[in-house]
């Protein structure tokens, strides 16, 4: 069973930089066929894509959030990570990483738990 | 950038009630790359249908998708307490990915 957990600060000042980790665990992010993703959800509000990679470093971002969003990947930790420069209040919004299945349909089939990440002086 | 609008926004229903839930493409999107999700408070959101029509592993057969082109639908036959909750439609086309606007499917 594959989980994912995301890890990071929880509160973010303005302008600064947020940063989160997922962790991949029961699967390994090197084997074909994924995406490897972050999506967020502001309070109360739908999902937002902001972007995703595979395990060879290819990314793919949302072209609204292009400009600040950097997606990497470390196979050695089974690990991908998210940063986001220049934040705002706007930017408040839970974080999830996910998985993304690209064999045959592209479907997200793992999600992990979801983080709360609050910018704020 | 595909749009997805999700109609009804909200949905009151009773338990034993048929359920249908509809997103809207604002162009033309692959069957395989369409699936919908449900979500309750606090918890991420849950894979139930991908590829337009088929059940991801573990859902119940009372959760139905269908749908071409730009119309998809998410049908729930009977309702059961459980399945109120907010559901979400996702297309993936020229590698960037959109979700719909959500349905609130609530207890009438």
């Known amino acids: 069973q594959v989980q994912l957990q995301e890890s990071g600060p929880g509160l973010v000042k303005p302008s600064q930089t947020l940063s989160l980790t997922c962790t991949v665990s029961?699967?390994?992010?090197?084997?074909?066929?994924?995406?490897w993703s972050w999506i967020r959800q502001h309070p109360g509000k739908g999902l937002e894509w902001i972007g995703y990679i595979y395990y060879s470093g290819s990314t793919y971002y949302n072209p609204s959030l292009k400009s600040r969003v950097t997606i990497s990947v470390d196979t050695s930790k089974n690990q991908f990570s998210l940063k986001l420069s220049s934040v705002t209040a706007a930017d408040t919004a839970v974080y999830y990483c996910?998985?993304?299945?690209?064999?045959?349909?592209?479907?997200?089939?793992?999600w992990g738990q979801g983080t709360l990440v609050t910018v704020s002086s | 950038e595909i749009v997805l609008t999700q109609s009804p926004g909200t949905l009151s229903l009773s338990p034993g009630e048929r359920a249908t839930l509809s997103c809207r493409a604002s162009q033309s999107v692959s069957s395989s790359y369409l699936a919908w999700y449900q979500q309750k408070p606090g918890q991420a959101p849950r894979l139930l249908i991908y590829g337009a029509s088929s059940r991801a592993t573990g859902i119940p057969d009372r959760f139905s998708g269908s749908g071409s082109g730009t119309d998809f639908t998410l049908t729930i036959s009977r309702l059961e307490p459980e399945d109120f909750a907010v559901y979400y439609c996702q297309q993936y086309g020229s590698s960037s990915i959109t979700f719909g606007q959500g349905t609130r499917l609530e207890i009438k």
């Open positions: 029961g699967g390994s992010i090197s084997s074909g066929g994924y995406y």
């Open positions: 996910a998985r993304i299945v690209v064999v045959a349909a592209t479907q997200i089939d793992y």
